[in-house]
């Protein structure tokens, strides 16, 4: 199974903040990660997949880079509906794995 | 807009079997995800609209997908449940050529307990 390896596993930040979230394969998975927005007792959300495209809705603040083995989540300008724990999945190989979680608290 | 909504128990004891379903808009392939109390996210596997099947090899042994498609609806089975697979159980839809989660229900907490 390709390990996925977030850090860090939170963050506290305050509105404005720019925010930055890495996910590290255990081996190359060329362009296939995702990231995903959960809050409790909510639907997760789709952010961004194939490292860098926009899902549907998703704002722009939201960007993705990387290739191979590490990735970033970039939140460019933190707004108070970002406050969340964030994971990325990689979709190159069964079964999928998911990273351990990154929470973004209020500072 | 897709739905998904999960249902079914909320308590199971330990040694039975866990039985979700879940109905479904949209496709054709779905999967199962959970989320342990304080950990991260854990693939269960899929299922394409015509029932072909793919499983974590973590749960191959224990855990049983279908699909109705006369009631859009999914069902998951996971048997001889511990305490470890409390968890809240999600469905979830993926986007069209990209094995990435699109649309997700809300989760379903189930507690193994006696």
């Known amino acids: 199974d390709i390990q996925m390896t977030q850090s860090p596993s939170s963050v506290s930040a305050s509105v404005g903040d720019r925010v930055t979230i890495t996910c590290r394969a255990s081996q190359d998975i060329s362009s296939w990660l995702a990231w995903y927005q959960l809050k409790p007792g909510k639907a997760p959300t789709l952010l961004i997949y194939a490292t860098s495209r926009l899902q549907s809705g998703v704002p722009s603040r939201f960007t993705g880079s990387g290739s191979g083995t590490d990735f970033t989540l970039t939140i460019s300008s933190l707004q108070p509906e970002d406050f969340a724990t964030y994971y990325c999945q990689q979709s190159n190989s069964f079964p999928l794995t998911f990273g351990g979680g990154t929470k973004v608290e209020i500072k | 807009q897709v739905q998904l909504q999960e249902s079914g128990p909320g308590l199971v004891k330990p040694s039975e079997t866990l039985s979700l379903t879940c109905t479904v808009s949209?496709?054709?392939?779905w999967s199962w995800i959970r989320q342990p109390a304080g950990r991260g996210l854990e693939w269960i596997g899929r299922i394409y609209t015509t029932g072909i099947t793919n499983y974590n090899p973590s749960f191959k042994s224990r855990v049983t997908m279908s699909i109705d498609t006369s009631k859009n609806q999914l069902s998951l089975k996971l048997s001889s449940v511990t305490a470890a697979d409390t968890a809240v159980y999600y469905c979830a839809k993926e986007r069209i050529s990209v094995t990435v989660f699109d649309s997700w229900g809300q989760g379903t907490l189930v507690t193994v307990s006696s």
């Open positions: 949209g496709g054709p392939y």
